[in-house]
């Protein structure tokens, strides 16, 4: 049982039930106590028994024994209490995977320095010939074939290691590099995004659980051009039953939507934002505006929508916020991505130690979904965060990593009120 007897949890403290959400009270793991865990509060004995599964991950890393398979916690100075998400690392991570020579290579893919991309002018936009564009649908086409196979695969009581495994072998036998793999030393091939983690979650041994959210962001490297996606999925049936959860997934997802209807030739690259952010607000949703400047090296990348070709993250830069002072029109032949980040609370982010996990500071929930452009037909990818890679075309876009009738996920039912409104719309 948890003890009730010692001191009383501090104001505010959020109750560490992953499903929760509440304010703690001043019920403690008896376990943790033991094992000198601090600040393992939870609100009630019945929401501590739910989340048992879950929680005794931190004992297991704490002591890291044999007895517990050797799962440890890689930071174990790091304040994480000091945040109010329930998400932790679980080490040891698996071996960097391989990619056989036979498959082309990003310059990247020893050095883990992305030479050419550091080289491009910050303004100089490409835009693709006929090649390029066929080349840029075939990569995007086999992206989402990844992404799909990887989604296939979740369910509660798998880790995001075992979903790495699953999206690096379906990419090498696509003849095709896993983009994010060595790209500024990121050790896995898929970046997995967990609940409060807002993007570019390291795959490593924690179990999924029912009721989690995951973001998959999918990248691969085909014949010398790159493509991306990413979309976000409920775990289980648990998540799709809370209101908050779908309605932070849902407005990520139309937000996403109501950028690309507007994508055309001559669109300024400005509107995007001002788009997501009208709608994100009508859904009582915030953006996270400015998320993952990376502080790997002195390069620096502000994580909005970006270009996409030859390169991985070459120019133009997207922000997904209104009154932005992006530069530029869309153009035919133009190649990038859109990819909203919605959260619940508190927009604003910190990195773990590990440089790249980037968690809402409160704790709550963030969605993306993303798209590649080509300028002319429409197709969708989705990732809550959600993203697709897009092309401009003469007279409008296609979405190159849209899915299909059979790809997991997609959208659920809006929550309704006892009235019949929307949960957590507002007037616009």
Known sequence: MVDTSSEQAP????????????????LRCPTCLKLGIQDSYFCLQDCFKRNWSTHKSAHQAQNGSASTGGLYNPFPTYSF???????????PLSPMRTVPKSI???DWAVTGIPVGERRLSRTKILTLDAKGQEAMRKACRLAREVLDITAAELKPGITTDYLDQICHDATVVRKSYPS???YNHFPKSLCTSVNEVICHGIPDQRILLDGDIINLDISLYHEGYHADLNETYYVGERAKADADTVRVIETTRECLDKAIEIVKPGTPIR??????????KSRG???????GGMTITDYVFLWTGHGINTEFHPPPWIPHYAKNKAVGICKPGMTFTIEPILA????????WPDQWTNVTVDGKRSAQFGAYKYFGRLLCYANV???????????????LTAGNENSPGGPIPMPTTSNGAEAGSTQA
């Open 385 to 399: 965060h959600v993203e697709h890679t897009l092309l401009v075309t003469e007279t409008g876009v296609e979405v």
């Open 285 to 291: 949703c915030r953006i996270v505006s400015a998320w």
């Open 271 to 280: 509107d995007f934002g001002k788009v997501i952010e009208k709608h994100a």
């Open 81 to 91: 209490h000091s945040f109010h998400g329930a998400i932790r690392p679980v080490y």
């Open 11 to 26: 104001a505010k403290r959020k109750c560490l039930g992953a499903d929760c959400g509440k304010d703690a009270g001043d």
């Open 180 to 182: 994010p793999l060595n």
């Open 344 to 351: 619940l609370g508190n927009p604003k982010e910190v990195y």
């Open 104 to 106: 082309g290579h990003p």
